[in-house]
């Protein structure tokens, strides 16, 4: 916004900040959506004034002194046509600004650093790739694009971060993302804005963005030891999945190696993309999911596996290059369920 002129927008940003009007504009995206706001707050002053005027002008000119017996006034067609003609084309450009800037918020880049976020009544976690772990708070870099893939784990909530100009509906069951990209260190508030119980009001949190430096740090300072990808291993072996998702040519289940992002081709004949949300959903609801060649015989895991550990699933799921460690695995798992050999168990 700094291109309208540097001294008016510095006054506007101070003025508005200092009585809280709004706050800081404290990413990419944020002069974007300040811009469009002050234009429909812009068009909507200009309108009440044009149409108090107008009012004010007829209400004196037809006033009943001056005209005691009505008139009739003929309609002008060239008057009708502009009055319909030009707030149709500011409302179609102020659309197609609006569509523009909501596709820019939801539709992050590629090389956005992902962090998953789970809420619940009332409080948000944080999940990093890293294994990093967050109550009611998320650290970021500054000058990289993040990505939030969000989910609740009960009711509807409202992941909102005004500094960032993003808000972003968190829905039970699917998955929703929104990214942004912070320009300045600093910590800013969270909020859920979505009444969600009882609790709603205290269901804030606080985003801190560092340097890339001292995210660096904050990152190596705050693991757990497991990476999201690592938990989800464990939990992938623990619950069997490796016995038939193993990549050999007797495997009942369809290898996942190089899964994520490729289309797979279904039972039913249609096609569908390995997302984030489609890998949550074959776990939870298998049977609605049969690639082709394969039999519905997967088991749902609904109401086994929590929020967290889902998001471990798909993150492990996400990152397996080779059905290497999945076949070890399972040969290690399989020697040791053997019985053991006893001399009496020999045939003489």
Avoid at 300 to 322: A, F, M, P, R, W
Wanted: with cysteine; hydrophobic share 40%; net charge neutral.
């Amino acid at each position: 916004m700094s291109y309208i002129s540097p001294v008016l927008w510095q006054f506007l940003t101070k003025w508005f900040t200092y009585f809280a009007i709004w706050p800081q504009e404290a990413s990419t995206v944020a002069p974007m959506a300040d811009a469009l706001y002050l234009f429909l707050w812009g068009m909507s002053l200009v309108g009440i004034i044009l149409v108090g005027a107008l009012l004010f002008v007829f209400s004196v000119k037809y006033r009943a002194e001056k005209h005691p017996e009505a008139v009739q006034i003929e309609g002008s067609t060239l008057l009708e046509a502009t009055w319909t003609i030009i707030p149709l084309g500011i409302f179609l450009f102020v659309f197609v600004w609006g569509a523009w800037l909501y596709f820019r918020i939801y539709n992050p880049p590629a090389n956005a650093m992902q962090i998953y976020i789970v809420g619940k009544q009332w409080m948000w976690k944080a999940e990093h790739p890293g294994g990093q772990h967050e109550i009611n708070a998320l650290h970021v870099p500054m000058g990289k694009p993040v990505q939030l893939t969000m989910i609740s784990q009960d009711v509807f909530h409202s992941y909102s971060i005004p500094a960032f100009r993003v808000k972003r509906e968190v829905i039970p069951g699917r998955f929703t993302t929104v990214w942004f990209n912070a320009t300045t260190p600093g910590t800013y508030h969270l909020f859920c804005t979505q009444y969600c119980g009882t609790l709603h009001s205290g269901m804030i949190g606080e985003v801190t963005v560092l340097s890339p430096d001292d995210y660096q740090k904050w990152t190596e300072q705050s693991t757990s030891g497991m990476s999201l990808a690592q938990n989800g291993e464990r939990l992938f072996n623990s619950l069997g999945c490796n016995s038939c998702h193993n990549g050999t040519a007797a495997a009942r289940g369809p290898q996942l190696a190089g899964l994520y992002g490729a289309k797979i081709q279904m039972d039913d004949g249609s096609t569908q993309i390995a997302t984030d949300g489609w890998i949550r959903d074959t776990i939870l609801n298998p049977s609605q999911h049969v690639p082709a060649g394969y039999k519905p015989i997967m088991p749902t895991y609904q109401g086994q596996v929590s929020e967290e550990g889902l998001i471990d699933l798909v993150e492990y799921i996400k990152n397996i290059k080779s059905n290497y460690r999945n076949q070890q695995t399972l040969v290690t798992t399989q020697s040791n369920n053997a019985a053991p050999t006893t001399p009496d168990m020999v045939k003489p």
